[in-house]
């Protein structure tokens, strides 16, 4: 009865240890088959650069014969706030069960920004510069002097030298006082170059500027340039230099033997009839050219008191026309004019010119009335045929008064004399008409006779005479441009020679004497040929050719100004300026580089922070920004993080880089297979109460301690161990039915 107590005892402690261990053994036993039978478990440790430990721990399931661990697995594990360092798989070595996950921190989405102005201005209304800055909500940008300073407009200052200000994204607009920079010139000296066909004689003169301590080297292809319009150098090799102490430079030149060009001035007759001639004009005509002058350009060219009989005509003039006769009719007529007594005795006859058309003669205009008479009808005479009497009468003229015409200075200029009566004490100057020419009266009214003379002060005339100048074009009969010219008072035409503004792109069709008509003359001009394309080499100073275009130019032209000239290569400004003569089709213009006044540092830091490479960029003087498209030495195996516009700050700008390079995981030497010998876990020790699952975590032994090896995590022994279990116990449990079975069989 004992020994069934016992064995029964027996096969109750076992089915008891049986039930409590077998379902922890079979867990253990299943764990490795948690992915299909022919698929194996990989334990993925991530690691970031920028921790010293791994961050997270995953485990995978792939194929028994997986060599690569796809994208999708590798996230499937993705501690939150990470992303993978690369965008493939990783490769998996033959028999590895643990990885190296390389990540890196999801960047923060940037936060609202805002470009705030920074208005400079002298006073509390005048902008002279703007600028802007960025601020993200919620920040604040303080901008002291110093930050201030660098944003100033170039010229200017602060007016407050220690002043800051503080911008958030709030802040609509910043106004800072600056003041005008008062620049000191240069000490500069103007020296000038004389070009001279011999030792004393001078043609032209030129002036370069040099600063104090510099040297000027002006070659021969710059001399050329300065050489007056006409002239040539006498040595074409020649070279000089130029110093602050030079007081002047000689430079012996040629003239240029120009051909006169093949001109036939050709004559335009004016006719009353087949042999009268009225007057004569010219118009040059060069060889092969042909000049129309139609009804207005002869009207403007007709003799005074004349107009066209045809006012329709029109004529062609060629270098060929020996002349031409043009008809015309007068717009006056001659009237005698016949002075008589009142008895009818003839005194003097003169004559008149009067309108064409006028029927009578007013006595007002009669100008020859006999010495000693005066006229005793006044008024209208009628015109009868081709005559008018005007009835005259002695005047009584009992003394004569000599006339001293004098200047302002009492210098005489000229005596005459004039009949008065013996009573007359006083001369009125309006009875004096013998003026010297040239002269009129300085002070007028009744000038007292003294001793039988009286003395009148005279001044030379003022010809002050304006006259309007109308360039026509005689193509459509247009006002091209109106100026003046200041002519004598009694000029009665003027000289197209005396026209010195004539305008661009026209030149003078008919030459010769306008007529004065009212206040103005018609002067008719044609278009100018523009038929001579100019080479334009740009070259430094020391002769290097940086670029050649060309410019249109007249044909007559010899020379090109420097003003005309707008495409001057970038970079680069014109060093001599003025007229450049043109030699053969080609003009040299002497350059030198514009300086840039500033270079900005362009720092690339990583996202954490580390400066990995400072380079540098020229930039316009008041460029606020660097596009990151302009960088071209970012650093190799690394990308540009954030695009854009930088800003620049104290002459210098950050910009975000990211590395472009995967490492490969290493395999640390710390950890040693030997830490984890199998006999530090004998059976006694790992009890199923001891060996709690939270005592083997993955963490204590790191996967970069054995990538590539099979791991020592004592999962194999504890399926053996449970086994082995499971075996004893049926082994038990048999012997015990056994033993009951012949224990019944005794009694």
């Given at each position: 009865m004992r020994n069934y107590k016992s064995i029964l005892c027996l096969l109750l402690s076992l089915v008891l240890i049986f039930s409590v261990v077998f379902p922890m053994g079979a867990a253990a036993v299943e764990e490795p088959g948690a992915g299909s039978s022919g698929s194996k478990g990989i334990k993925l440790t991530y690691v970031c650069n920028d921790a010293e430990d791994p961050i997270h721990e995953a485990m995978v399931y792939v194929s028994e014969d997986a060599t690569m661990v796809q994208v999708a697995d590798l996230e499937s594990g993705m501690p939150e706030g990470y992303q993978l360092a690369q965008k493939e798989g990783l490769a998996l070595k033959p028999g590895a069960t643990e990885l190296l996950v390389w990540v890196v921190k999801t960047p923060a989405p940037a936060p609202a920004s805002k470009n705030v102005p920074i208005k400079f201005m002298t006073d509390g209304t005048t902008v002279v510069g703007t600028r802007e800055v960025t601020v993200a909500e919620g920040e604040?940008?303080?901008?002291?002097?110093?930050?201030?300073?660098?944003?100033?407009?170039?010229?200017?200052?602060?007016?407050?030298?220690?002043?800051?200000?503080?911008?958030?994204?709030?802040?609509?607009e910043v106004r800072v006082l600056v003041s005008k920079i008062e620049v000191p010139a240069p000490a500069n000296k103007n020296v000038p170059i004389k070009f001279m066909t011999d030792g004393t004689t001078v043609v032209g003169t030129r002036e370069v500027t040099v600063a104090e301590g510099e040297t000027l080297t002006l070659n021969a292809a710059a001399l050329a340039v300065l050489v007056p319009e006409g002239y040539e150098l006498q040595n074409k090799d020649q070279s000089v230099n130029v110093t602050y102490n030079t007081a002047e430079v000689r430079v012996l030149v040629s003239k240029i033997e120009v051909p006169a060009p093949a001109n036939k001035n050709v004559p335009i007759k004016f006719m009353t009839d087949g042999t009268t001639v009225v007057g004569t004009r010219e118009v040059t005509v060069a060889e092969g050219e042909e000049v129309v002058l139609n009804g207005a350009a002869l009207a403007?060219?007709?003799?005074?008191?004349?107009?066209?009989?045809?006012?329709?005509?029109?004529?062609?003039?060629?270098?060929?026309?020996?002349?031409?006769?043009?008809?015309?009719?007068s717009l006056t007529k001659s009237v005698l004019v016949n002075y008589v007594t009142e008895d009818g005795t003839l005194v003097l006859t003169s004559e008149i010119v009067v309108d064409r058309e006028a029927g009578h003669v007013n006595t007002s205009v009669l100008t020859d009335v006999p010495y000693g008479y005066e006229i005793a009808n006044t008024g209208d005479m009628s015109i009868k045929g081709n005559h008018i009497d005007v009835v005259v009468r002695e005047k009584e003229y009992t003394k004569s008064i000599v006339v001293n015409y004098v200047d302002e200075e009492g210098n005489l200029v000229l005596t005459s004399d004039i009949l008065m009566s013996k009573e007359a004490t006083h001369v009125n100057t309006s009875l004096l008409k013998d003026v010297p020419y040239g002269y009129e009266i300085a002070v007028t009214g009744d000038v007292r006779i003294e001793d039988?003379?009286?003395?009148?002060?005279?001044?030379?005339?003022?010809?002050?005479?304006?006259?309007?100048?109308?360039?026509?074009?005689?193509?459509?009969?247009?006002?091209?441009?109106?100026?003046?010219?200041?002519?004598?008072?009694?000029?009665?035409?003027?000289?197209?020679?005396?026209?010195?503004?004539?305008?661009?792109?026209?030149?003078?069709?008919?030459?010769?004497?306008?007529?004065?008509?009212?206040?103005?003359?018609?002067?008719?001009?044609?278009?100018?040929?523009?038929?001579?394309?100019?080479?334009?080499?740009?070259?430094?100073?020391?002769?290097?050719?940086?670029?050649?275009?060309?410019?249109?130019?007249?044909?007559?032209?010899?020379?090109?100004?420097?003003?005309?000239?707008?495409?001057?290569?970038?970079?680069?400004?014109?060093?001599?300026?003025?007229?450049?003569?043109?030699?053969?089709?080609?003009?040299?213009?002497?350059?030198?580089?514009?300086?840039?006044?500033?270079s900005v540092l362009v720092n690339y830091v990583t996202e954490d922070g580390n400066c990995v490479l400072t380079s540098d960029i020229v930039m316009d003087k008041d460029a606020t920004s660097v596009n990151t498209s302009l960088l071209k030495d970012v650093p190799y195996g690394y990308a540009i993080a954030i695009t854009g516009d930088m800003p620049i700050e104290n002459g210098q700008v950050f910009v975000t880089v990211r590395s472009t390079y995967v490492p490969e995981p290493t395999v640390p030497e710390e950890t040693k297979p030997e830490e984890t010998k199998?006999?530090?876990?004998?059976?006694?020790?790992?009890?199923?109460?001891?060996?709690?699952?939270?005592?083997s975590k993955p963490v204590e032994t790191k996967p970069a301690a054995t990538e590539g090896k099979t791991p020592n995590t004592g999962d194999a022994s504890h399926a053996m161990t449970w086994v082995l279990l499971l075996t004893v116990s049926a082994v038990c449990a048999v012997c015990a039915f056994f033993f009951l079975k012949k224990g019944n069989a005794n009694r």
């Open positions: 604040t940008l303080t901008l002291n002097a110093a930050a201030l300073a660098v944003l100033v407009p170039e010229g200017y200052e602060l007016q407050n030298k220690d002043q800051s200000v503080n911008v958030t994204y709030n802040t609509a403007v060219l007709a003799p005074e008191g004349y107009e066209l009989l045809n006012k329709d005509q029109s004529v062609k003039v060629t270098y060929n026309t020996a002349e031409v006769r043009v008809l015309v009719q039988n003379t009286v003395t009148v002060v005279v001044r030379e005339k003022a010809y002050t005479k304006s006259v309007l100048v109308n360039y026509v074009n005689e193509a459509d009969n247009k006002c091209v441009l109106t100026s003046s010219i200041v002519v004598y008072m009694d000029a009665t035409s003027v000289n197209t020679a005396l026209l010195t503004d004539v305008p661009t792109g026209y030149e003078i069709a008919v030459t010769g004497d306008m007529p004065i008509e009212g206040n103005h003359i018609n002067v008719f001009v044609r278009e100018k040929t523009y038929t001579k394309s100019v080479v334009v080499n740009y070259i430094t100073e020391d002769g290097t050719l940086v670029l050649t275009s060309d410019v249109v130019v007249l044909e007559e032209q010899t020379s090109v100004n420097t003003s005309v000239l707008t495409d001057v290569p970038y970079g680069y400004e014109i060093a001599v300026t003025g007229d450049m003569p043109i030699e053969g089709n080609h003009i040299d213009v002497v350059v030198r580089l514009t300086p840039y006044t500033k199998p006999e530090e876990t004998k059976p006694e020790e790992t009890k199923p109460v001891e060996t709690k699952p939270e005592e």
